[in-house]
């Protein structure tokens, strides 16, 4: 409740603020403005398990959003010109900063709260097992969270569990309702492995002479999830395993967000794109694109565009990858493919709809068929478009893969980012790639 209303409420205080200060009055424009502002902003982010550091990032990433929203629209509509330009320059200052504050204060407070013994969630674990045990460690690691794991149920012996990590082993599965009633339990996670339903269902008909709340944690949670959640399917239950993030009004913001920018970029370069291209056919003989096939959406073949770097084009059953010193790579093309302005033609491949600005980089076909072989949850990666820059890419997996274990680190920050999903986080790496195109050694 704390986190909903955090952004929202901070952020409206901070403009009536800024409108005292300057001596404005606080009238039904401010009233207008706040109404949006909440609408903007509410249900407020989650960032209580963040690290500080990563608490002011997305903060000052979802106050740029909002703030481009709100300035498009009320230059737009010159709804804007009914606020002094004092107010609006302080507050666009203000904001974050009095978020930032509300967050940090926030922490502290709850955090102490959370300690106290009266505040706390007496919590059981059915289930000693590493589905069990990671549930513990949660709990222990996240203070906010104010739950008191008292330990595990399990009707396995003491000297067969290896894993109580500190916790008691309070008891065999048959006594669990007892305890419940005699210790003032709150919630129960169950983490029995789904071989043992008939054991499960038998124990949830003993609970519910209980008062205590019930969650199952079942093994299948012990995979690598993507997109993991709960939905119903004509009003049948149930659980997603793998799933695209860009479903519902997810999937129109990704493809708004895209064709927006990707437009207003390909107007602004435009001057640049017609030098380049002048550029490379003046210092080599072909074409002036380059046309490779990748693997799109769901696996489905597409053809991606760039500015044509080397002297031969590779797209058969065998592409080799770039490397450096590479005797195909013209020294125009070399200009481009370190400063990554080779990838430019493909912002017309984010406006038909094949690839999105921010997502994982698409690989040759060919390379596809040999990694899916050898890397597990290779293609998961294709749930989503391919993007012209990545989250693989800002972490320092840009350029050649000459080892499989390159190659599996760059999925890994691609599946991470499938399943962190968010529109701050398009924005953030589209800030660092700008950052990293500068700096990066591995692009040549």
């Given at each position: 409740m704390v986190e909903m209303f955090l952004d929202p409420l901070s952020l409206i205080l901070?403009?009536?603020?800024?409108?005292l200060y300057f001596g404005d009055t606080v009238d039904a424009r401010y009233v207008v403005l706040s109404l949006v502002v909440f609408s903007l902003s509410?249900?407020?982010?989650?960032?209580?398990?963040?690290?500080?550091?990563?608490?002011?990032r997305q903060c000052v990433i979802n106050w740029m959003l909002i703030a481009f929203i709100l300035l498009f629209f009320g230059y737009a509509s010159q709804y804007i010109e009914n606020f002094p330009i004092d107010v609006v320059v302080a507050w666009l200052v203000a904001a974050p900063a009095t978020q930032l504050v509300a967050h940090f204060t926030a922490r502290a407070y709850l955090k102490r709260s959370a300690a106290q013994v009266e505040n706390q969630t007496r919590v059981i674990i059915v289930g000693c097992n590493?589905?069990?045990v990671q549930l513990a460690e949660q709990f222990a690691f996240n203070p906010f969270l104010g739950i008191h794991c008292l330990g595990y149920f399990d009707d396995r012996s003491p000297e067969r569990i290896t894993q109580l990590n500190g916790h008691?082993?309070?008891?065999?599965?048959?006594?669990?309702?007892?305890?419940v009633k005699a210790h003032r339990i709150d919630q129960i996670y169950l983490a029995l492995p789904m071989a043992s339903q008939p054991r499960i269902l038998a124990l949830l008909d003993d609970l519910k002479d209980?008062?205590?709340?019930?969650?199952f944690a079942p093994d299948i949670f012990l995979t690598d999830l993507i997109q993991g959640r709960m939905d119903y399917v004509a009003g049948v239950p149930v659980v997603?395993?793998?799933?695209?993030?860009?479903t519902g009004i997810n999937g129109l913001v990704k493809r708004g967000s895209d064709m927006l920018l990707s437009c207003l970029i390909l107007v602004l370069i435009s001057p640049l794109l017609l030098g380049i291209a002048i550029g490379v056919k003046m210092t080599s003989p072909g074409p002036v694109l380059f046309r490779q096939r990748r693997y799109g959406l769901d696996g489905r073949e597409i053809v991606v565009y760039k500015f044509r770097s080397m002297t031969v084009q590779d797209d058969g059953a065998v592409?080799?990858?770039a490397t450096r010193n590479d005797q195909r790579i013209t020294q125009f093309g070399g200009f481009?493919?370190?400063?990554?302005?080779?990838?430019?033609?493909q912002f017309i491949n984010v406006v038909q709809g094949r690839m999105s600005i921010v997502g994982p980089r698409p690989h040759a076909v060919a390379h596809n068929e040999t990694y899916r072989k050898l890397i597990k949850g290779y293609m998961v990666r294709h749930k989503v478009k391919p993007g012209i820059t990545g989250w693989a890419q800002v972490n320092g997996y840009r350029g050649e893969t000459e080892t499989v274990d390159k190659m599996q680190k760059r999925i890994e920050f691609d599946l991470e980012y499938l399943r962190n999903w968010s529109i701050g986080l398009d924005l953030w790496i589209i800030v660092k790639t700008v950052a990293v195109v500068f700096k990066d050694r591995n692009a040549y």
């Open positions: 901070s403009l009536i603020a800024c409108a509410f249900p407020g982010s989650s960032l209580l398990s963040m690290r500080p550091r990563r608490v002011v590493d589905i069990g008691a082993l309070l008891g065999r599965l048959s006594e669990l309702a007892a305890y209980t008062t205590a709340s019930v969650f997603a395993v793998c799933d695209t993030p860009f592409v080799k990858q481009l493919r370190r400063t990554s302005l080779d990838e430019l033609p």
